[in-house]
């Protein structure tokens, strides 16, 4: 090779460095409208500069953080300071030790042994490991995984060039990424919260953030961004039963869940942070189950949940999601292998296809299923849909699920205009003479969600707590049931059946209630006019005394007859 061919190649290469340095921000995973809202240009910003963008808005209070709107109404707990440890978590002032990093390892040893038998097992602790992977590997791609960490820590000044990480302890998601310094207890320690783990993790933090801006509904149905993990604490604080609940160990039942905003491992479980745990449909589901989001439940019972768990253990976890079927030997799709995945693609941005979130019952929802909007994104379902089913298969269950849905959805708002109404006039059990008001800032109105946590009196009225359950979770069920493909969750054991049980029990219910208005109207108007059955002069009065006349007339006649009878069968 010649002078002029080497000065051509080391110009090439010089291009493609810089080309990638200013591109290194431009993650291929995230979409456009988080570059967009944040104001940034994706083929020029930095790690760097992209970090520091997305940790702005992340802190920011305005945009989410810490306690919300409704603070002045409640207190944290002590154990608070681990759901939300960048408003609550304070270095522990017992533990006086000053330790370094090999120094933290030793001494939790024996301290929380778990901890360190957890962390030994995990990559962090074995990067080189990942950088003698062979390409046959599943799990080659965690090499390429380390380089962008690395590339990230140096955009950011926390590794310098031609440094690599040795590992990831303690002190480097405790304290600071690649911290040099020993690390002092008392002032020195964090809980790591999202953006820690976005330090390194860039690009999974960075989709995670981007819910918030692909989250948009057309027409207010929720509030941008939501529902996401990425304002799921928000979501909780920002809720007026949780705020005015006076049993705070109650409501941060509610938190243990809402806090994958603040932190990651809900879903990576310290300190082995498995990625291949995370990937099985288990990690999902101590959150996503239960009374009004069962998709566990449902997810479970279907054909594709019973595949997992015949088949499961033979699967390979360890390859990527992309792979999963190729390389994995997956045959059958996870929770994370359908919410993960967009338009072929995987990210942490799980809500680019969600359409009904969960509730029918919200306003606007149903209406909306139709529109463009809701349209494109059924289509990428069908995308997905597709890895495994034809698209006139995916199509048509798709329209089941919808049309199912609605059907629910209509047999329940016949119910609730029946409750309304009996609210509107005042009819509910109680609602005139023992209806407390909720405590503040929960206001008082009809059916609303904070009966489902709070009760006094007749508040709520129990024909009330029915319709409200209806709609939360019998309603919710029957639309999961139908999105996870389990007909036992839609039709019978839950969804339809118990919708039809209560709507049966509400009917009846105003019957019995409208019957008694009228019974107390007859009463009362009997006694307004102060009328006796003596008192001929009123009409109702001369009806009633003459029904009470003649009912009397027949009884005596029957029991002539009987005694007639008598005689004669005796004679």
């Known amino acids: 090779m010649n002078a002029k061919s080497w000065l051509k190649k080391g110009a090439l290469m010089l291009g493609l460095v810089i080309a990638g340095g200013l591109q290194a921000g431009n993650i291929p995973s995230v979409p456009n409208e988080l570059y967009e809202a944040l104001k940034l240009d994706r083929e020029k910003v930095s790690p760097k500069e992209l ?212 932190k990651c491992d809900s879903c990576h479980t310290r300190h082995e942070f498995s990625a ?9 589901a101590t959150c996503h189950s239960g009374v009004d989001h069962n998709n566990w439940e449902a997810y479970s019972m279907s054909k ?14 360890e390859a990527p999601l992309k792979d999963a079927y190729a390389v994995g030997g997956q045959n059958a799709p996870t929770c994370a ?42 289509d990428s379902w069908v995308v997905t849909c597709t890895q495994c089913h034809s698209e006139r298969f ?12 609605l059907e629910g959805l209509a047999k329940y708002q016949e119910a609730n205009a029946i409750v309304h109404q009996l609210y509107k006039e005042g009819l509910l059990t109680g609602q005139k003479t023992n209806r407390p008001a909720p405590p503040a800032p929960e206001k008082e109105g009809y059916a609303y969600f904070a009966q489902l946590f709070w ?20 309603l919710a069920k029957m639309h999961v049931g139908l999105a996870h493909v389990n007909p036992g969750g839609w039709t019978y054991t839950e969804g339809w059946g118990p919708i039809n049980r209560a709507y049966v029990e509400i009917q009846d219910e105003n019957t019995r209630i409208r019957e008694m208005v009228a019974l107390q109207e007859r009463v009362k108007n009997l006694e307004n006019k102060k009328t006796s059955l003596l008192d001929l002069d009123g009409t109702a009065e001369k009806i009633s005394l003459g029904g009470l006349g003649g009912g009397m007339l027949l009884a005596g006649t029957l029991a002539l007859a009987g005694w007639r009878r008598r005689k004669q069968s005796e004679a």
């Open 51 to 262: 970090y520091e963008a997305v940790v702005k808005r992340y802190k920011d209070p305005e945009q989410g953080a810490g306690r919300g709107t409704l603070a002045q109404y409640w207190e944290p707990i002590p154990y608070g300071i681990y759901l939300d440890p960048a408003t609550f978590y304070k270095s522990p002032t017992t533990n006086k030790e000053i330790a370094s990093r090999k120094e933290c390892v030793e001494c939790h040893t024996d301290e929380s042994p778990v901890w360190v038998q957890a962390w030994k097992r995990s990559t962090h602790a074995n990067l080189d490991k990942v950088r003698n992977l062979k390409p046959s590997d599943p799990t080659f791609y965690k090499k390429a995984k380390l380089e962008e960490v690395e590339k990230n820590l140096r955009s950011m000044g926390k590794l310098a060039e031609g440094e690599n990480l040795k590992e990831v302890g303690c002190i480097d998601c405790h304290v600071e990424p690649n911290a040099k310094k020993k690390a002092d207890h008392t002032k020195d320690i964090i809980m790591p919260t999202a953006d820690v783990c976005g330090t390194c993790h860039l690009a999974e933090f960075v989709e995670r953030e981007s819910e918030r801006d692909t989250m948009i509904w057309p027409h207010d149905q929720w509030p941008d961004g939501r529902p996401s993990h990425a304002l799921d604490y928000k979501a909780n604080v920002e809720t007026t039963v949780w705020a005015a609940m006076p049993q705070r160990e109650v409501a941060e039942g509610c938190s243990m869940c809402h806090t994958n905003q603040n």
């Open 276 to 284: 291949a745990e995370s990937r099985k449909p288990e990690a999902c």
């Open 304 to 317: 594709h949940g019973k595949m997992v768990s015949m088949l499961g253990d033979k699967w390979n976890w």
């Open 337 to 378: 292998g359908c919410h993960m995945e967009y338009e072929g693609e995987y990210s942490h941005n799980m809500v680019r296809k969600i359409r009904w979130a969960n509730y029918p019952f919200v306003p606007g929802i149903a209406e909306n299923i139709r529109s463009e909007w809701s349209e494109a994104r059924l």
């Open 394 to 405: 995916a199509r048509s269950y798709l329209e089941l699920m919808d049309k199912g849905t």
């Open 455 to 474: 009760s006094k009196g007749n508040s709520p009225a129990a024909i009330e707590l029915k319709v409200l359950e209806m709609h939360e979770n019998d």
